[in-house]
Structures are given as structure tokens and as C-alpha cells.
């Protein structure tokens, strides 16, 4: 296996520690702590100024001899600025790699129809595609948000129909769990934020659950609870077709009308803030995206999205809303689809291309709300550069040569998503401890079985009219 993983942080691994005249400031903290601790713990206390400064001496002197461990404790040796790799290297092993979608559960579904234990895959070695725990090692993945995805049905026949559309988003949960705890030392099923940071810490990749389309859910905001306790952290409100939330891009490329976020919607939008279930927007029309900001109450996400001012493609997201979400706190996760990148010419499409739209966004909405979202084995159109997840790091190092200090690809890679998976935690304790109840609005086009004739009722009246009903027995 590849030691190319996230190690414990903090422990200077990082090769090059240099001493230099331009101490850190962590290094000089530590050195005067150093210093401190030594004094208070003298056995004969001094009297007399040559005395105090003697023993201040010894202090001066062994804090010297310490500062190269303060270097190895604080993981901050420096490191020449244009040396991209190795400053890329010491941030991905301190700070997590969260990438925001990812869909190798629909590969388990569509080759192995969720068999995992027959040995005809084996995660731990290079496969074909995108995806392996071999190449999430070179890439130093630190998170992942894998994607539960079920067609949705263009032809609109099915999305209210519960029937099969939730019992295979319940297969891909139960199958994306599975896979997980078959690699315990390597992944780490999580559905809070502070795990995702534990388990970086512990040296897995935590290993996260979004929903690729408000289909999945049966127009249902009672699935949106089950599927909350099942563990799901993001629901991705459409995907290339209309659900009873909202109007998807797709609609909208296709010369549809852009009808926003339906009344239902709203509703959804409501309980998914209180639950604490993340809203996520890519897919969405644009109309979609400001309805939803309008009212969200918590931060929303974009899991894989682009900057609609770079390619002028309608999942990408318009400036005006960049800026909101820069209000509301969330965050946009790059995408690296190739035809998302370039419409005309894909093929084309590289790795800069990445680069363009994380800039674009973060000079929009600022380096606090943009995040990677790659879609790698979900779309079968990588751009050049980027052709797997091993190749995270390249694009770390690409947009430290575009200027980016490390303090701006700490957020980027991770601190942003788990500052904002954060706050709308916090935001959804705080809504249910004003005692918010879970909304029981319905579609409105659902219908209810009517009961059976014979079966006990508890008001009176409530089933007038219904004599047609067959007898319970
Ligand atoms: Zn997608």
C-alpha cells in the first residue's frame, strides 16, 4: 500500500527542515515556553540580578538547542516558496483533502449490482477508471463525500413514485456503508464534521454520504428525516430533471422554463436546515440557486459546481450568486467534468481549466468558499491533468504557481467544508432547541390509501364517502 496517506499532523514528516535566521512565530513560542518552564522548574531559586540572568542565559541557551525539535513540532520548517511540491505536501498531510463528490458507489451498482464480497474487485488495488484506495493514497485524499445516485427519470413517469427510486438509494447506502467497513484502514464512515477531522487525524479517509437528487427521496420530506438517520449529510436538491422541489439546470438547457424552487421546495429547504441535512445546489437552474439562498438559514453547498462567468454552462453558478453565497456562508466545490470545463472543444479541457474556475470563484466569493468537488467516476469526461484521483496534489501545486499561499489551499482543500458542514450543524441544533417541528407538508399531488372498510378509526367522520372501501377481512 502506498505511504502517500494522510499522516498524524503535526509531526514534521516532511523531509526538509531547514533552520533559518526568520524563525516562525509558532517556533519562537515554543522556544520561550521552553525557556518558561525551565526557570519555574529550577531546584535552587537565584537571588540577584547576575544570578537571574545567569539562569536566563542557561534558558537562552538550551531554547537554542531545542529550536530545531520546536521545527519538527510545529511541522513549520520553511520551505522555499516556489518549491510547490513540498509546500503542497506538508498542507495535504495537515490539513484534510475533502473532496465533495465522487461516485464509485454507481460503479459497485452498475458492474458488481453491490456484490462486493465475491473478490472480483479488490479496492486496495489499481483498478480501471477513477478511483482506487491505491491512487486516494497518492492523491492524499484526506475525505470524501461518496455520491448515492439513481437515474433520475427525464421522462418525469417516476419521480413520484417511491417504489424503486428509494429502495436503490437505500441499496447504494447500504452498499456505500459495506464498502466502507470492508477498508477500516483506510476509510472512515462519518457523519459529523468533527469525525471527518478524527479520522484525518487517525490517518483514514473519513468517508461521507450525499444523495444526488431530491428523485431519490420520494417527494418526500419524511424520506428526507430516514434518510438523514441512515446517515446521508447532503442531498443534491435536483439532478437533470424536475422533482417536486424544484427546476433543474437541465430543464433549462433544454429550453424549459426556469420555475425556481417549487412551494414544495420551500418546505424541503425548511426541515433540511433543521435536520442539519446539507442542501446541496449543483444540478439546480440558476432561479433554483437564488430561491434557495433567499430563504435557506444555514449555509447551502455547491458538492461539484463551476463558475458560470468562466464557461457559460447553466449548472456552472452566475456571479450574482457567488456573491450571495458569500453572504450566506457556503461553499462552491470546482468541478472538473471536461465538457462542463470547455462546451465546445472538451476534449481540450485540462487541468488549468480547474485552476481558472477555483480562481474565478474565490476572487468572487473569497478563498473562504470555494472547495474541490471533482465528480471522478460519475462522468466519464476528465480533463487532461486531472485523470484520477491521484492527481489532487497537481492541482494543489498549480495554484500555488498561480499565487495561492497555503493559507488559501487549507481552505480550499478542506477547512472550508468542514467550517461549513460545521455551522450547519450548529444551525440545526439551534433551530431544534427553539423547538421547530419536523414539517409535515406533502406534495402536492400525493395521494393517500384510503383505509379499509371494516379497520377502526379514531375520529368520527373521518372517512365519510368512503364505502366503496373493501372490508378489512
Ligand atoms: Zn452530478
Given at each position: ?336 467534468v471536461n465538457r462542463f470545463l470547455n462546451m465546445k472543444h472538451p476534449e481540450e479541457a485540462t487541468i488549468h481549466d480547474a ?119
Amino acid at each position: 500500500m502506498s505511504d502517500g496517506g494522510p499522516a498524524v499532523a503535526n509531526h514534521g514528516e516532511d523531509g526538509e527542515l531547514r533552520q533559518s535566521p526568520s524563525t516562525t512565530d509558532t517556533a519562537s513560542d515554543s522556544s520561550t515556553a521552553v525557556g518558561s518552564s525551565l526557570i519555574l522548574h529550577s531546584q535552587a531559586q537565584p537571588s540577584g540580578f547576575l544570578a537571574r540572568f545567569r539562569y536566563s542565559l542557561y534558558a537562552a541557551g538550551i531554547a537554542l538547542l531545542f529550536t530545531p525539535l520546536t521545527y519538527l513540532w510545529s511541522g513549520q520548517a520553511p520551505i522555499d516558496p516556489t518549491n510547490y511540491v513540498e509546500r503542497t505536501r506538508r498542507v495535504l498531510k495537515t490539513t484534510p483533502l475533502i473532496d465533495g463528490h465522487n461516485d464509485l458507489p454507481w460503479q459497485l451498482r452498475i458492474e458488481l449490482q453491490n456484490r462486493i464480497y465475491d473478490g472480483r474487485v479488490d479496492l486496495t488495488k489499481r483498478l480501471l477508471g477513477h478511483t482506487d484506495l491505491v491512487r486516494m493514497r497518492e492523491g492524499m485524499v484526506g475525505g470524501q463525500f461518496w455520491s448515492v445516485y439513481v437515474d433520475c427519470d427525464v421522462n418525469q413517469k417516476h419521480f413520484e413514485d417511491p417504489s424503486w427510486v428509494v429502495r436503490d438509494t437505500l441499496e447504494q447506502i447500504d452498499v456505500t456503508k459495506r464498502f466502507i467497513s470492508e477498508h477500516p484502514n483506510h476509510l472512515q464512515y462519518c457523519d459529523t464534521s468533527a469525525c471527518a477531522r478524527a479520522a484525518f487525524q487517525a490517518g483514514r479517509i473519513s468517508s461521507m454520504i450525499g444523495i444526488e437528487g431530491g428523485h431519490q427521496v420520494g417527494s418526500s420530506i419524511a424520506s428526507i428525516r430516514q434518510i438523514y438517520q441512515l446517515g446521508a449529510r447532503y442531498i443534491t436538491l435536483t439532478h437533470n430533471c424536475d422533482n417536486a422541489f424544484g427546476t433543474s439546470a437541465s430543464t433549462v438547457a433544454g429550453g424549459g422554463v426556469d420555475g425556481g424552487l417549487f412551494k414544495f421546495g420551500y418546505e424541503a429547504v425548511k426541515d433540511m436546515n433543521r435536520l442539519g441535512m446539507m442542501i446541496d445546489l449543483s444540478h439546480v437552474s440558476h432561479q433554483t440557486m437564488r430561491d434557495v439562498v433567499s430563504v435557506a438559514r444555514a449555509p447551502v453547498i455547491f458538492s461539484h459546481s463551476g463558475a458560470y462567468g468562466v464557461e457559460k454552462h447553466l449548472r456552472h453558478v452566475p456571479d450574482d450568486v457567488l456573491r450571495s453565497v458569500k453572504k450566506n456562508g457556503g461553499i462552491v466545490m470546482a468541478v472538473f467534468v471536461n465538457r462542463f470545463l470547455n462546451m465546445k472543444h472538451p476534449e481540450e479541457a485540462t487541468i488549468h481549466d480547474a485552476v481558472d474556475h477555483i480562481l474565478y470563484i474565490a476572487d468572487v466569493c473569497g478563498w473562504e468558499c470555494v472547495g474541490i468537488g471533482s465528480d471522478f467516476s460519475g462522468t466519464p469526461n476528465v480533463p487532461i491533468g486531472l485523470e484520477d484521483v491521484s492527481k489532487f496534489p497537481d492541482l494543489v501545486q498549480l495554484l500555488m504557481e498561480r499565487g495561492a499561499t497555503d493559507e488559501q489551499v487549507k481552505l480550499l482543500v478542506g477547512e472550508n467544508i468542514l467550517r461549513v458542514w460545521g455551522n450547519i450543524e450548529q444551525r440545526a441544533k439551534e433551530i431544534q432547541a427553539s423547538g421547530e417541528l419536523p414539517v409535515e407538508a406533502e406534495w402536492e399531488r400525493r395521494e393517500w390509501h384510503k383505509g379499509l372498510r371494516g379497520s377502526p378509526w379514531m375520529l368520527r367522520g373521518s372517512r365519510v364517502g368512503n364505502n366503496q372501501l373493501k372490508l378489512i377481512d
